[in-house]
């Protein structure tokens, strides 16, 4: 019975990528049938559009790459740092109907997916092979909704803007049989068209300083068919700018990357798990497989300088990251973990495809992991090309801290209920909790208790917690959802 399973499992997936091809990615079909053409992630699409019109900027991006893979080479004998990045989040929802104006739940729960994903706390990380159990990471990473506008002012990290434009991959004039036609209206029209989203004047949002906030574009991604019956296709489920602005790089390149704006595009179906949408046909057959909200960690791991895990390419190709086996295709959706499609030697074994990877096509239900190597390019990236995104979290040394080590303090991330307990009897301490911005939220003291229960109060984000006792002192930092 399993092995008809995973057979009706595959043969569904073959099924839905031929249903489910419009004109475009049957006109890629023609033109490169040596190529798996999958419904997917464009960013590596968004990277060739731009050396179509610059050519040597893959180049550039690969001697970029090479660089990092470098340096974190000549570092990987370095203690790794204690430190917490935090992401501030802004979602703008673009919307044209009441359907695509996703509620906040759904946001609050993609931002908890995010944490759970990148800090390696989601539950289904025990279903990661014990191949792969030597390189998995906590990627200390972490994501809050923004908490102060670019103006200063409060927010919830949320903007919501309706349009008049149904459908921002554009429309496509041409027909069954017009193969070039296509191809020429995909080099020159679809990423302008899905980067309207990005621009006030066009019918989207522009961004919020993208130096210093991680913007998230939610809207409607297909593209509208007249010709192939009003067929709306859906060529990408989300795409995320790389890292491209470094000043080593010449003008002509900069002024022709600068032209799209730094973030992530989302398909409105895509954001979170308990998303009240679903897809229609012919795509329906990916609900349960990509409705995880794990789309966005992918896209996220782009925005932070990771590439495919099969390198865009076959065995020959790689994604610069030493730990990540090599294999010659994505997993287009499933979760085979019988495939080993390229000979490899990480740490002397020759692992198999690791579909339970976020930066694969897999799907939703087996990707559980970034490696040590992802994490280490994902904070090359924080450290040196987008420095002022995150904010940067010491915390205590716990192989040399006692005092920090007598608390234990869950749960973390937390929707309010925080749960203290000590691992012996104190006689008094102090427990004082700032926000993000520094306002005072709670100064307690509390006598002969081991075990403390309390909320906190106030909006989501990031909050600190110090614990004083008979002169010592420690400090928590806590997530609240």
Request: one cysteine or more; a negative charge; proline letters at 4%.
């Amino acid at each position: 019975m399993k092995t008809k399973g995973v057979l009706t499992i595959i043969l569904t997936i073959l099924m839905l990528q031929s249903q489910a091809q419009g004109l475009v990615l049957q006109s890629k079909q023609n033109k490169q049938t040596t190529t798996n053409i999958t419904l997917g992630c464009g960013s590596y699409d968004l990277m060739q559009h731009l050396d179509n019109k610059k050519p040597g900027f893959l180049e550039l991006s690969n001697k970029l790459m090479q660089n990092i893979e470098k340096n974190i080479s000549n570092q990987r004998n370095t203690k790794s740092s204690d430190s917490i990045y935090v992401i501030p989040v802004v979602f703008h929802i673009v919307y044209n109907n009441d359907s695509e104006n996703i509620p906040d739940s759904v946001i609050q729960n993609q931002i908890e997916i995010l944490n759970h994903c990148y800090r390696r706390t989601n539950s289904d990380t025990t279903n990661t092979r014990p191949v792969f159990h030597n390189i998995v990471a906590d990627t200390k990473i972490e994501f809050v909704l923004a908490e102060i506008d670019p103006e200063g002012n409060p927010t919830t990290g949320i903007t919501r803007t309706q349009t008049d434009i149904e459908y921002f991959g554009g429309i496509l004039a041409y027909g069954q049989g017009q193969d070039q036609e296509i191809l020429d209206w995909v080099n020159d029209s679809l990423l302008y068209n899905l980067f309207r989203l990005t621009n006030d004047t066009l019918g989207g949002k522009k961004p919020w300083n993208p130096d210093k906030y991680l913007n998230v574009w939610i809207g409607d991604l297909r593209i509208l068919e007249p010709e192939f019956n009003n067929y709306k296709e859906l060529v990408y489920f989300g795409l995320s700018t790389p890292p491209m602005d470094h000043h080593n790089w010449p003008d002509s390149v900069l002024n022709l990357v600068n032209i799209y704006e730094q973030g992530i595009l989302l398909h409105y179906i895509n954001l979170g798990a308990n998303n009240p949408n679903s897809f229609p046909n012919p795509y329906h057959t990916y609900n349960g497989l990509i409705t995880t909200g794990k789309i966005l960690v992918h896209e996220v791991g782009h925005f932070l300088g990771l590439r495919h895990i099969w390198g865009d390419g076959d065995c020959n190709f790689n994604d610069f990251i030493y730990d990540t086996p090599n294999a010659n295709a994505s997993s287009q959706y499933n979760c085979n973990k019988n495939r080993n499609t390229c000979v490899d030697d990480i740490y002397g074994i020759d692992p198999p495809d690791m579909v339970e990877n976020y930066m694969d096509y897999s799907s939703g239900n087996c990707q559980n992991s970034f490696t040590i190597g992802q994490t280490a390019v994902m904070h090359y990236v924080l450290n040196h090309y987008r420095p002022v995104l995150s904010n940067t979290i010491e915390i205590n040394n716990i192989e040399n801290n006692q005092f920090y080590q007598s608390f234990n303090v869950y749960p973390n991330p937390t929707t309010g209920a925080v749960t203290i307990k000590s691992e012996h009897d104190i006689d008094d301490f102090q427990i004082i909790i700032h926000d993000s911005q520094g306002r005072l939220v709670k100064n307690t003291c509390f006598m002969d208790i081991t075990t403390l229960n309390f909320t906190i109060e106030g909006s989501r984000g990031i909050y600190f917690m110090e614990i004083i006792s008979n002169n010592k002192r420690t400090t928590f930092k806590i997530l609240k959802l």
